[in-house]
Structures are given as structure tokens and as C-alpha cells.
């Protein structure tokens, strides 16, 4: 018998008064398995969420019941005009509809919580009253960015008028972040750095970035002020997290390749969503496979470690879904997939003290027909199996260093170790 042997890098948490591992709960958006899901955001202690069908609506007791939001200024169109941003100022909640008959969108503001809505456009080249796509839409402290074909556009929720941004390195960057009252933007495949509020920039020396690289995602700790940064170099097609303590002037290196294959269509995954407080980072892959889960993955050591996050997720019979948005509204973490629904977990890392340990699993057969082995380097308390509906299947109490389980249905099942201090889920555990 070929033995498979894995080892796994698992977390001591101290002193956590809630379970990382939580179950991803559906918030009941939709039973269609094809219901597009485009955003989601938090305004005023209500969350607001674009859909295909229902429009644009909003949840006022976190996420157990929906309905519209019966705005005037701009009507939805499942055919046709859909919400794609919504973003909060605190004061002012932003939204950008997109009509699909002219390829254009409408960048409209709203000061009643949603109720009214008229157009915010001006010094943002349109045509026809219309831009030409807005591609992404942020804010931070009152201030937005809108970044269309044209380049990217900044102003205060109270000014007249959007200004361009004529840096020649971040004229034409997608990705900012924020922080304090500095911005940040990914251009000319570097960090630019603004305290006057995207007026003008500066640059670091990036030591030990990958050379031209291509940012998917940036974002930052609003705890400590840690840049992350997701892309690829121009030269490959490897997938890379990295972060920066200095605003740029060395990176490191955060190893997420065990977790990465190709995606539904055969080409390398990439991260599609990052997501980063305290000692918490996810991540969103592109689907890789046929049926198969979303590929989420959750940290809660900073990035040393990165486990599976998809219990109670569905399959997905066409293998595309992933998540689109993560929205911390409520001490609960909201996750907006591209399909099916809008789901929500507890969410505390506020009393975590991290610890690592490297704890040796012997998995054996694996895959199995039925029997699967554990060998333990410490006694543990417990076993739980979950399928990949989340539905807990099986547990099984114990205090040994070896234990067996049976698994009699074929498929893909996820088992979490738990001991004195340790909570471990193993992802792809194979019953043939």
C-alpha cells in the first residue's frame, strides 16, 4: 500500500472567542444558480447589494432579509441597467449603473441613505450625459476615485467637480488604497504614495518586487497599515501576494503557491478578491474546476498559513463562481459571489494572539474507497467531517494520536483536527 503522507502547517489560536472556521451562511438573495451577484457594501448600518433580478436592494437587520431600495433618480433593468459599484463616504453613498445597450455608465450620489439619487458626473468626460464605462470606483474619508477608459478621476463628496489625475506614473491606475489620509495607487508597476490626496505622488525603490508588475489587487491593513498587493510580472503567469511594512521600499514575498492551479478554462488562477484586518487575510481564486467550490482562502496568522474557506458554500454545476467583494458590516464578514447568492459569516480577530506550530497529519489512503488513517504527532479531542455543502457528516470524539473514519459516499469532504488549542481543516480529502 502506497502510503500518501501531508503535513500540515496548523494554528495555535489563544484567547479567541469565536471560531475562525465559521460556516459561510447564505443570506437568502436567491435560489437561482445563475442569479448574478455584482456588489455589495455597507452605508449607515444598512447593506446595499446590486443582483440580476431583484435590482438594487438593501438588508437593514444584516443580511436576514432583503428588499428593494425604491431609490428615484435611476431605475435597474435585469435586461439592461445594472448597479456595478455602490461605495460610502459615511455622509454620502455613491452608486455606478451600467447600461449595457451603449456599453456606458452613470455615477449617481445620494445624502437621504439611498432614497434619492441624481447624477455626479461633472468633469468626467460623457457622451451623450454618459461616460464611457466607469471600471473602478473607490472611497476613503470623503473622497472618491472613479477610474474610466480616459484615466482616473478624484474628488471630495462636497466638490463641484472631479478632477483628473495628471501624474504621468498614476494617471491611468486601477488600483488604490488608503490609509490614514495618504492614497495609494498601483503605476508604472510600482506603489505611488500621496499625501495631498492624489495631487501629486511619490515612489519607493520596491526591493524585491517581481520586475513589470502587473497588480490585480491592492489594498491595506486598516489596523497596522500593511500594503498587500496581488498581480503577476509582466514575464509569467505566476500568481503572487506580497506585502510592504514601508510603503513600498522592499516587499515580501507571501507564499500562496500550494494553492494555486488553473482555472475553469485553462489558464492559471489569479486572485479575483483580497480581503485584509488584523491578523485576518482572504483571498478569492477564479474557479478551477467542474463542479467544484469556490476557491477561498482564509488566514488568520498574517499570511503565514492559508487554509480552505468554503464550508457551507455550494457546488457549482458550471465551476465558474467566486467571490466578487468581502464587506466587513456588523462584526460579520459579507462575501458576495458572481453567482447564487451573497453569504455571511461571524467575523472577530480583535483578542487573537498568533502561534504557530508545525503539527504532522499522515493521511492514509488518500484518496480512499472508504477507510481513511490519521496519525497525529500529539493526541487530539476530535474529528469532524463536512461535505461541501458544509453539512457536518460526522464526528468523532477521541484523545489517541491515530484514528480511523469511514466515509461512505463518494466526493470531496473536509475534515477539521481539533486538540487542547489547535483547529485545522484538510482540504480535498477524497472518498472514490
Known sequence: MIIMKKSLLLLILFNVSLCVYAQWQPTGISTNTIE????????????FASVNTAGFIKST???SSWNPVGQTGFVTNENSRRVTHIQSTGTALYVVTFYANTASSMIYKSLDNGQTFVPDVTGIPT?????????????????????VNSGNYIKHVNDASWQRNNNASTEFSEHFA???????????YH??????????????????????????????NPDSGRIYVSGRSLFNYDQKLLYTDNEGVSWTDIDISSHLSNNWIGVAQSIQELFVKGSYVQFSLDNNGNPSVPDIFVSTDGGVNFTADVLGLP?????TTTAVKFVLHNNNLFMALNFIDIYRKPFSTLSIDKVTQSLDVLI??????????????????????????????QSIESNMSMESIKIDEKGIYFVKIINANIHATIKKVIRN
Open 36 to 47: 448574478g451577484i455584482y456588489n455589495v457594501a455597507s452605508h449607515n448600518g444598512e447593506l
Open 364 to 393: 492514509y489512503p488518500n484518496p480512499s474507497n472508504g477507510i481513511f488513517n490519521f496519525k497525529f504527532n500529539s493526541p487530539i479531542k476530535q474529528i469532524q467531517v463536512f461535505n461541501v455543502q458544509g453539512t457536518l457528516i
Open 315 to 319: 457546488s457549482n454545476s458550471s465551476g
Open 127 to 147: 457622451n451623450s450625459g454618459e461616460i464611457v464605462d466607469v471600471d473602478y470606483f473607490y472611497s476613503h474619508n470623503d473622497y472618491l476615485v472613479a477610474v
Open 178 to 188: 488608503f490609509y490614514g489620509s495618504k492614497f495609494y495607487a498601483w503605476g508604472s
Open 61 to 63: 437587520d444584516n443580511g
Open 191 to 220: 506603489l505611488g504614495t500621496s499625501t495631498d490626496n492624489g495631487q501629486t505622488w511619490t515612489f519607493a525603490g520596491d526591493a524585491n518586487l517581481p520586475p513589470y508588475f502587473l497588480a490585480n489587487n491592492l489594498t491595506v
